[in-house]
Every structure is written in structure tokens, then in C-alpha cells.
């Protein structure tokens, strides 16, 4: 496997799922919630983590005394990533807020940062040469240019890349010390080009030495050889529907640098790499990409945190997320139950989709057939209306351990 060091950021995701993009000046329900580890570099090793790689995160964390900063830190740890080159600095952690809409599966991110950026001197205190890949996100580009100038220095055979998200002061400098070089779409617009191979040949002038890597969207991505005039185009296929967008770079990003490191060409690790991100889209958030995923539990129904309040989610016991859920887990405040997801009526799903269980009734919530709209307790399951009134929905057992939802007769 390869070792990798990351040099960028990490920030905490907070992530509304809305039906549509609201209007100006207006109010709307989340149709739901989740908060997660983000930021481009933590995302891209995430994902390489997925695939057995070693991954150390260098960059700048909240100090204990801020909770968002813990939080970040807890899931660092539970995704396998190796906090020890990070600095810890006083200040609220990098926070996201994002709005996805369901519509479509894009997204809007209103991001907030008050701490300082990793720096050289933070840098200088670790050995580039101990790791295989260097990977470096393209931030105070002063600083940066610095990091990569010493990592430059001091290994031989192991890659060093660079992701471009967008356009900062100084940026020039650093196109002459990388291998490879990420470009994103936003990065390539903002620099007037709408044609990804025309970019590709200008950039190529910026970076003669370097892999050129351009990720286009739907449009696929863009390779870039310094032995080779015309860039490659890898298409994308259609993914149908998207179901979230966020971090779909950043997981192009690790495929090409998890296949690359495993010995194939840079056209068959972008092809690798554009059908990781298009696996991506088809998900909301990253878990399982890879086959070794360390916060993968296959016996996991859900957390309590999947669930507000007052909430019903179905779920898949056996984890394939295909067809309608087998279950229903319900919870009311600290109260969390199960029912099979079968109308005692005629044995029909109450709902095929995720969420759609719940219904305001006299007052209170209720589970609700979709088919023949009869409406069930949530505390017992109990039919209260409809052609199965007086009928029970059939329970099933759980276990909850911390905030962790798992069948009560699980495998041990």
C-alpha cells in the first residue's frame, strides 16, 4: 500500500437536504440532516483510506477548548486518519454549511474559517521522504510554494501533487514543483476557458514537467501527458439519479491517485478515477467507495443522529440500499423502535422512498400506508384508521449501543 501525507484542510459538513433550492427570503424544511467530516484534503484521504492506504493529515485542527474541533478530530480518527503532523491552534474549526438539493443532487456551500493556514515551519517538522505520495492542497500559496520547494528537495521517486480548486493570490509559483496537478472545472472557467482542452494546453506551458488532471462534471475528465500534444478525454456516464454531488472531485482525485500508485497509466487511472466520482454521485457521503472502509459497520441499521426527533427512516439490514426498505426505525426523543415495512392490509411497503413514512394525524405523527392511506402509532404500531384498524405493524427487536442502531439478534 501506498503512504500517503496530505497538506490542506479538514472542516465539519453540515449538510441540509432540501426537495428544491429555496427562493430569497423564505422558509423551508430540511428534509434532512447530517453532519460530517469535510474539506478537500480529509475528504480525497478518506476516500484513500477506502482502498488500504496509510493516510497522515499535516494541517491546522480547533484546539480542544472548541467543540466543532473535537467533533472533526473524532472522525478523523474513526476514518483512519493519522492527526499526529497536525497543528492545533485556538479558534473556531473550518465549518460548512451546504445545501443540497434532492431535485437535482447539487450543491450550495457557505463556508466559515477563523484559523490560521498550515504553514512551512509546521511543515519543516516532518520527513517527506517517510511517505510514498505527497499530496498538497493549492492554499497560501507563499507557504505552499515553500512546503513543496523543501518536499522537492528531499524525495526522489515519490510523486508530489497538487490540487487547484480556485484562483489565490500567487498561485504562478507553484506550477513548477508538482508531478501531477489537479484542475478543477471552476479553476479552468475562472481563468476564461471554456473548452477543457484548450485549458489543457495552455496549462501545459505553466507545467511542463507535470500529469495535468482536469475534472469537467458531466463532461467527464481531461489527462494531460507531458510527452503528448492533444489531451485524453475519459466521458462520463450517465448518472441517473444524482443523488449528491459533494466531494465528487475529491473522490476523483483518490482514484487517480490510488490507481496510479498501484502501477497503471495515467489514462487507465482516470478512467478508474471517473467511474470512482460517478459511484459517488450516486450516494450521499463517502462511506464504502473502497472495500476497506474502517468506519464501515455492515451490521449497522443507523445512528440516532439519522434521525430528528421525531423521525422515520427505513433501512436495509443487510446494507444493499436497493428496493424498499425491509424496515422502519422510528424514533420519538430518546425512544427508538422497528416495525417491518408491511401493511398488515394487503402486505404492501408502506412507503418505497427513504422518508416518506410520516404524517401529521390529530395532532401527533403517524406512520402512513401510501397505498390505502391507513395510519399507524408510532409508540405501538398499533392501526388507528384505515381498512386495518385495530391491526398491528410487526415489531422487530433493536440494540442500541451509544448512539450506534443494530438488530437485536445481529451476528456477535
Known sequence: MTKVLGVGTATLDIINELDHYPVEDSKQRAAAQRVELGGNMANSLRVLRQFGHPCDFAGVLADDHDPDGRRISELMDRYG????????AEGHAPTSYITVSRATGSRTIVHYRDLPEFDLGSFMAIDPSAYDWLHFEARACDETAGMLALARSLVTDQPISLEVEKDRANLDQLWSFPDIIFFSRAFAEGRDFADPAAFLREARGWAPQAI????????????????????SHVKAQEVDPVVDSIAAGDTLI????????????????????????????????????????????????????????????????????????????????????????????????????????????????????????????????LCVAGPCEGQRLEPVELERIGNRIYLADRKP
Open 81 to 88: 486518519l493519522d492527526t499526529r503532523h497536525a497543528r492545533q
Open 212 to 231: 495535468l488532471v482536469l475534472g469537467w462534471g458531466s463532461g467527464g475528465a481531461w489527462l494531460s501527458l507531458p510527452d503528448k500534444v492533444d489531451p
Open 254 to 381: 483518490a482514484g487517480f491517485i490510488h490507481a496510479r500508485s498501484r502501477g497503471h497509466s495515467s489514462l487507465e487511472s482516470l478512467e478508474f478515477a471517473v467511474r470512482l466520482a460517478e459511484r459517488k454521485l450516486g450516494q450521499a457521503g463517502l462511506a464504502n467507495l473502497g472495500p476497506e472502509d474502517p468506519a464501515a459497520d455492515p451490521q449497522l441499521l443507523c445512528r440516532l443522529e439519522d434521525l430528528e426527533t421525531i423521525d422515520a427512516l427505513g433501512v436495509w439490514p443487510d446494507g444493499r440500499d436497493r428496493g424498499p426498505a425491509p424496515l422502519i426505525v422510528t424514533r420519538e426523543g430518546e425512544r427508538v423502535c422497528a416495525w417491518r415495512n408491511v401493511c398488515p392490509h394487503q402486505g404492501a411497503p408502506l412507503s418505497r422512498e427513504r422518508r416518506d413514512f410520516l404524517e401529521s394525524r390529530d395532532g401527533e405523527q403517524q406512520l402512513r400506508c401510501n397505498v390505502h392511506q391507513a395510519y399507524f402509532r408510532l409508540d405501538d404500531g
